[in-house]
């Protein structure tokens, strides 16, 4: 065990260690990174006392990030293995508890924006815990050592500018501009270009506050489904039972989605529910399907599968990890069938 920790301590540091590639093929060190991120920037209209705020303190690399870079728990362990560590029953009880706490103003921005209120208490609770933790590692810090790394410099050096505009225009302090590993921020884990375009203000005080503001929270996750989506009324999906037969069946015979999105790109086109009934899909407790419903496409883990709805691509957008958007939609669904929530629908009906 010490030797594989020290093997994996080496390869990190050489991971980090090593230098970035110039556009002509020759190394960059993180210094002279830094100076053509600075250069690119006030080009771009940063103004340069803000570039130099953001990038002055960045002696190096951060090693942690590039760590979790290479171990995101979305895709070291299985499906059913987050879902359970995910969904715990003392998470549910937040859940519901947080429900409780905000839901006039839960409600309210679903009004606004026709995203179920249960969607957004999930989607704050899996980001940030409800608001009790949203990351502590410095935006630009993180933002910069991803952009130097190697392995998806370009996504990164966008976000790098990105997090620059946001300080250039004001919004928020340098100092409160902290989050992920990855540059997520505030208590809806935005990166910096989706604050720029999703963020909003509900509490109309002038600012985009997803750092501190619940209805600015509420709202920009809200707007975020919409645009990516998210339609009235619509329900991301449902478990449902496959039999051993019926899934070699559909491997055969149903192809697979082409996207962009790893997550996406494992799941099956969509079909009628006729055709999963045909193929031998069934409701969980062995009751069959109805005919009715849009069409839906499967996501399957090694023993649970589940039919989602285009909804289900909205909170894909979110996080591309069936996962996660899985663990969305199932804690969804056990807030809008706890027995508070089912008293306060038929107090209201």
Known sequence: MRQSLI???????????????????????????????????????????????????????????????RTQAETVLSLEQYLSRRLTR????????????????????????????????????????????????PT???????????????LFRGELFAALEILNRGDIEISRMRGSWAGAMGQVQFMPSSYLKFA??????????????????FASIANYLRAHGWSAGG????????SPEAERSITRTVARRVATCRAASEMTVALPAGDWRSLGV???????????????????GASRHFLVSAAYDALLEYNCSHAYALSVGLLADRLAHSPSQRRHTKSHA
């Open 7 to 69: 093997v994996l301590a080496v390869l990190l540091h050489a991971v980090v260690a090593a230098p970035a590639t110039a556009q002509d093929g020759s190394s960059l060190s993180f210094a002279d990174f830094l100076a053509g991120v600075r250069e690119e920037a006030i080009s771009k209209g940063i103004r340069p006392e803000v570039v130099d705020q953001a990038l002055a303190t960045l002696d190096a690399p951060l090693p942690i990030v590039i760590e979790r870079d």
């Open 235 to 242: 329900s991301w999906g449902r478990e449902v039972y496959v």
């Open 90 to 137: 003392r998470f549910i009880s937040r859940a519901q508890e947080a429900l409780a706490k905000h839901r006039a103003l839960a409600v309210d921005v679903a009004s606004h924006y026709a995203v179920p209120p249960e969607v957004i208490i999930a989607i704050w609770g899996l980001e940030s815990n409800f608001g009790r933790f949203s990351g502590t590692r």
């Open 282 to 300: 069934r409701l969980l407790d062995g009751g069959a399907l109805p005919v009715d419903g849009p069409a839906t496409a499967l996501v399957s």
């Open 140 to 154: 630009f810090a993180a933002l910069a050592t991803l952009a130097w790394d190697p392995r998806r410099p370009g």
């Open 200 to 217: 909003e203000d509900f509490d109309g005080d002038g600012t985009r506050d997803i750092w501190s503001s619940i209805p600015d929270v």
